[in-house]
Structure formats: structure tokens, C-alpha cells
């Protein structure tokens, strides 16, 4: 189905499964209990920084996991992206359309010259050479350093790009929604289910970007099982063996660059859509580390972990850093005095502006004991409950033999 073998057709179902439900499953709890209160995540703003970043990594992904180059600019992709939506916002209108193809675009000529210059280096010089064109754009971006030889904006310094009512807007109708919408169909609207104690929002914001998260997630599957993801792995393997075989590695690892920066340019572009005002800050070192820790935490290389890494260090940034020690008392009220204070003395450093402390510890168990990710933690699993089925059939059929067997 869809070009995909059984086993890839069932993990696409799943991811489709996973996005279609989220609002669902993320609201476990009723909204007014203590547990929802302090870990529900199924609020739109939230959602839809899981489904785009994690469409960010599986771009990624297939430049770092296919063919081993460490990129720690790929923030800048995002950056340019976001500039190029809100810029067509500002031109032309709140449709997010243009807004989307031309932060795609603008995404996928920065990679092209970026990546032919920073390709001719392997290795951790190829992660410097990114991370040096990141932090000179990131650099130029903040000062406005290009608004200020035109004279003019472009992206507004430390202040950040957004959309004013003067803005000229030349596509703008008259009865056309004033936030981003796709032909009307405004982003930020949302519909609202009440079951009980519990509260489920669908939002159409959401929903558009977990779509454009379900593409790219189909993508990148047929570009891992098609002749050039095994080409990258090859190179990966050994890249000088395959240039003494007489063949150019240099177009298809240019070839991955450019698609994951793209992936990049559509993330921003995205982000965005979610809310036209952007920032230099997306573009700093420390958001394309970020990329690199959702990918390694996920599993490198996988299909699925990249979107797990991703929603994992999201929840923990939007979720275990607004518990504060008051929610922590209301978690132990029940306990006596001295047994609350004491587990919220031990709790408090790993919550709140702590959360970096617990996402530390989670990366540092991932590392230590689950090189292959969080993916891998699944496959044991998977794999423990498989030995158990097949010792319980062979004791059966033991069992059964014995049974049968007649006696002398």
C-alpha cells in the first residue's frame, strides 16, 4: 500500500493514528483534577510544537541518521524559513500558502550554498563549518545587519519580525480573516469536546501541521528504502571505499542536505503559521543543539524516533517546567508534613527552570544504556514479550507432545 511494505505500512498507520488522536491521549486526566492540571499537554500551542519539530528532526534525520554528517546549524533552515512566512504575510496576505512555499524555498537555496561549502569537509569539520554559517546568519539576522545597508527592515533586529496594520498586504481581501488562515479557514479556530471532566480541543492549526508531519514522515520512509537511502547509508559505512569504486558522493550527500534543510524551511514556515512573529533567537547554536538532542534521545537513524526525541524534550520544556513547588505540596498533601517537605525538597530541583537538570539525567540514562534511543528501549520490549509468546508456545507444544505421546 502506498509503495510501502507491510512493515512500513503498519508504522505510517500508526504515526496517522498517533496525530489524528492526540488530542485525546494527551488530556489523560480530567482538566480540573491535580493530574491534569500538571500534565495534560493536549492544548493546541503545545500540540503543534510536537508535530512541527518533529517534522524538524525527521529532516534531519536523514542527513544525520543516513549518512552520519553531524549538521549543528540546521536552526538557521528554520530561521529563514519563519523570515520568508511572515514576509509574505506582510506582502501579500495571512494566507498561509504562499507563506509556506516560499519559506521551502528560501530554506532550499540557503542549504544549497551552505552545503556545498560545508561538504567539502567530513567529519567534526563539517559540524564547525555549520555551525559557523548558523551563528554568522543568526548574527546578521539579530543586528539586521542587510536591513541596515539597503535601509530599509528585513528582519528587524533583536525585536523580531511581525505584521503591522500598515503592512501594504496586496492580496489581503476585504472580508479575509486577520491571522494566518488557508482560504478561510482560520488556524487559530478550534473545536471544543467536553466528555465529562474531560475536555478535548481540535484545533485546525494543529491538524494542518500534523498533515504536513504525516507527508514528511511518508517521505522520508521512501526516501530510507529507496536506492539513494542506500546509497547514503553507503557512504555513511565507508565513504572512502565508495570514492575509490569511481563514484561522486558529493551530489548525493548535497542532495540530503538540501532536503533536510527544506524539511527545516517547512518547519519554520509552520511555525510561523502558528503565530507571524518571529525572532534571530530560532537560529542560535543552542536550537540547532536542541535538533541534535531530539534525534540522538530518539534513536538516530529510525523512522519513528526523531518525532519520539522530539515530543519528549517538548513535554518536558512545556510541561515539567511550569510544576512548581506548590504543585508538588498538592501531589503529597496526603503524606504527613515532614514526608511533603521532604519529597518536594528532593523534586523541586528537577522541575520548574530545573527541567534542563531532568532532561539531562533522561539524556545521560538514553546514552549510557540505550545507545540506539528511545527506540531502542521499544525493540527490548517488543522483543522481551516476543520470548515470552514463544516460550509459552513451545511449553504448549511440549505440553501437547506429551499428551500424545502414549504411554509404555
Given at each position: 500500500?502506498?509503495?510501502?511494505?507491510?512493515?512500513?505500512?503498519?508504522?505510517?498507520?500508526?504515526?496517522?493514528?498517533?496525530?489524528?488522536?492526540?488530542?485525546?491521549?494527551?488530556?489523560?486526566?480530567?482538566?480540573?483534577?491535580?493530574?491534569?492540571?500538571?500534565?495534560?499537554?493536549?492544548?493546541?500551542?503545545?500540540?503543534?510544537?510536537?508535530?512541527?519539530?518533529?517534522l524538524?528532526?525527521?529532516?534531519?534525520?536523514?542527513?544525520?541518521?543516513?549518512?552520519?554528517?553531524?549538521?549543528?546549524?540546521?536552526a538557521?533552515?528554520?530561521?529563514?524559513?519563519?523570515?520568508?512566512?511572515?514576509?509574505?504575510?506582510?506582502?501579500?496576505?495571512?494566507?498561509?500558502?504562499?507563506?509556506?512555499?516560499?519559506?521551502?524555498i528560501?530554506a532550499?537555496?540557503?542549504?544549497?550554498?551552505?552545503?556545498y561549502?560545508?561538504?567539502?569537509?567530513?567529519g567534526?569539520?563539517?559540524?564547525?563549518?555549520?555551525?559557523?554559517?548558523?551563528?554568522?546568519?543568526?548574527?546578521?539576522?539579530?543586528?539586521?545587519?542587510v536591513?541596515?545597508?539597503?535601509?530599509?527592515?528585513?528582519?528587524?533586529?533583536?525585536?523580531?519580525?511581525?505584521?503591522?496594520?500598515?503592512d501594504?498586504?496586496?492580496?489581503?481581501?476585504?472580508n479575509?480573516?486577520?491571522?494566518?488562515?488557508?482560504?478561510?479557514?482560520?488556524?487559530?479556530?478550534?473545536?471544543?469536546?467536553e466528555?465529562?471532566?474531560?475536555?478535548?480541543?481540535?484545533?485546525?492549526?494543529?491538524?494542518?501541521?500534523?498533515?504536513?508531519?504525516?507527508?514528511?514522515?511518508y517521505?522520508?520512509?521512501?526516501?530510507?528504502?529507496?536506492?539513494?537511502?542506500?546509497?547514503?547509508?553507503?557512504?555513511?559505512?565507508?565513504?572512502?571505499?565508495?570514492?575509490?569504486?569511481?563514484?561522486?558522493?558529493?551530489?548525493?550527500?548535497?542532495?540530503?542536505?538540501?532536503?533536510?534543510?527544506?524539511?527545516?524551511?517547512?518547519?519554520?514556515?509552520?511555525?510561523?503559521?502558528?503565530?507571524?512573529?518571529?525572532?534571530?533567537?530560532?537560529?542560535?547554536?543552542?536550537?540547532?543543539?536542541?535538533?541534535?538532542?531530539?534525534?540522538?534521545?530518539?534513536?538516530?537513524?529510525?523512522?519513528?524516533?526523531?518525532?519520539?526525541?522530539?515530543?519528549?524534550?517538548?513535554?518536558?520544556?512545556?510541561i515539567?517546567?511550569?510544576?512548581?513547588?506548590?504543585i508538588?505540596?498538592?501531589?503529597?498533601?496526603?503524606?504527613?508534613?515532614?514526608?511533603?517537605?521532604?519529597?518536594?525538597?528532593?523534586?523541586?530541583?528537577?522541575?520548574?527552570?530545573?527541567?534542563?537538570?531532568?532532561?539531562?539525567?533522561?539524556?545521560?540514562?538514553?546514552?549510557?544504556?540505550?545507545?540506539?534511543?528511545?527506540?531502542?528501549?521499544?525493540?527490548?520490549?517488543?522483543?522481551?514479550?516476543?520470548?515470552?509468546?514463544?516460550?509459552?508456545?513451545?511449553?504448549?507444544?511440549?505440553?501437547?507432545?506429551?499428551?500424545?505421546?502414549?504411554?509404555?
Amino acid at each position: 500500500m502506498l509503495g510501502l511494505n507491510s512493515r512500513d505500512f503498519k508504522l505510517f498507520l500508526f504515526v496517522v493514528a498517533l496525530c489524528l488522536l492526540a488530542p485525546i491521549l494527551l488530556n489523560p486526566f480530567p482538566v480540573a483534577s491535580t493530574l491534569g492540571e500538571s500534565f495534560n499537554a493536549g492544548y493546541p500551542a503545545l500540540m503543534q510544537r510536537f508535530v512541527i519539530f518533529g517534522l524538524l528532526v525527521i529532516g534531519f534525520n536523514i542527513l544525520f541518521g543516513l549518512t552520519g554528517y553531524l549538521s549543528f546549524g540546521h536552526a538557521a533552515f528554520l530561521g529563514v524559513g519563519s523570515f520568508a512566512a511572515v514576509w509574505m504575510f506582510k506582502l501579500l496576505s495571512y494566507n498561509i500558502v504562499p507563506a509556506i512555499i516560499l519559506s521551502v524555498i528560501v530554506a532550499g537555496l540557503f542549504s544549497v550554498v551552505i552545503g556545498y561549502v560545508a561538504l567539502r569537509r567530513s567529519g567534526i569539520y563539517f559540524s564547525i563549518l555549520t555551525l559557523a554559517f548558523a551563528q554568522m546568519m543568526y548574527s546578521i539576522a539579530y543586528s539586521d545587519l542587510v536591513g541596515k545597508m539597503l535601509g530599509t527592515v528585513i528582519t528587524n533586529g533583536e525585536t523580531g519580525l511581525q505584521v503591522y496594520n500598515d503592512d501594504p498586504q496586496y492580496l489581503q481581501g476585504e472580508n479575509a480573516p486577520n491571522v494566518p488562515h488557508l482560504f478561510g479557514l482560520e488556524m487559530n479556530s478550534a473545536f471544543t469536546w467536553e466528555v465529562g471532566g474531560w475536555e478535548f480541543i481540535f484545533q485546525n492549526g494543529y491538524y494542518l501541521s500534523a498533515l504536513f508531519m504525516i507527508l514528511g514522515f511518508y517521505l522520508s520512509i521512501r526516501i530510507f528504502r529507496s536506492p539513494m537511502g542506500m546509497m547514503l547509508r553507503a557512504i555513511k559505512s565507508n565513504q572512502t571505499r565508495m570514492n575509490y569504486t569511481g563514484l561522486n558522493t558529493k551530489p548525493y550527500m548535497l542532495a540530503a542536505f538540501v532536503i533536510s534543510g527544506m524539511y527545516a524551511g517547512l518547519a519554520g514556515g509552520l511555525l510561523a503559521a502558528m503565530d507571524p512573529l518571529t525572532g534571530a533567537e530560532r537560529m542560535f547554536w543552542t536550537a540547532s543543539g536542541e535538533i541534535v538532542v531530539m534525534a540522538i534521545l530518539g534513536g538516530v537513524g529510525t523512522l519513528v524516533g526523531p518525532v519520539l526525541g522530539a515530543g519528549v524534550i517538548k513535554y518536558l520544556e512545556n510541561i515539567v517546567s511550569k510544576i512548581n513547588s506548590d504543585i508538588l505540596h498538592g501531589w503529597f498533601a496526603f503524606m504527613p508534613e515532614w514526608l511533603d517537605n521532604l519529597l518536594v525538597n528532593i523534586l523541586y530541583p528537577f522541575v520548574g527552570k530545573g527541567w534542563h537538570l531532568t532532561l539531562g539525567v533522561v539524556f545521560m540514562a538514553v546514552v549510557i544504556f540505550l545507545p540506539g534511543g528511545l527506540m531502542q528501549l521499544g525493540e527490548k520490549i517488543g522483543g522481551a514479550f516476543r520470548r515470552r509468546d514463544r516460550k509459552s508456545a513451545d511449553a504448549e507444544a511440549a505440553a501437547a507432545k506429551q499428551r500424545n505421546t502414549p504411554a509404555e
